[in-house]
């Protein structure tokens, strides 16, 4: 058995966002996402059919939810729960450093937060 680092091999964006599958199960994916400065289309929103626990490990972005006034600011450290067909966007992430999350997306009859 073998530890890795997150913030290990993070390879180069080429002005994509990256995401990388770190474990899947039938009810349940864990990636690791990579940004660098990229933000959801002017008008497109996320409507996912899962729920989606994100926690922010470096770097620096905003969140927006459908309905609300203000963006979340999101240090590291910082996670949100997104439960399942919650209208939401990146708004900005930092175009400075690389910006590296963790996102966990459950079936919303799973786990309860």
């Known amino acids: 058995m073998e530890a890795k680092d997150v913030f290990s091999k993070i390879p180069e964006a080429d002005g994509k966002e990256i995401f990388e599958t770190l474990l899947q199960t039938e009810g349940f994916k864990l990636e690791r996402v990579i940004s660098t400065g990229q933000a959801t289309p002017l008008g497109e929103w996320f409507d996912q059919d899962t729920n989606e626990w994100v926690i922010l490990l470096r770097g620096g972005a905003r969140l927006m939810f459908e309905g609300e006034e203000e963006s ?19 708004e900005w992430t930092d175009p400075e450093d690389k910006t590296v999350w963790l996102a966990l997306h459950y079936i919303p009859h799973g786990i309860h937060a």
């Not at 979340?72 to 990146?90: E, L, Q, S, T, W």
């Open 72 to 90: 979340v600011v999101m240090k590291p450290g910082d996670y949100i729960h997104i439960p399942a067909h919650r209208k939401h966007r990146v």
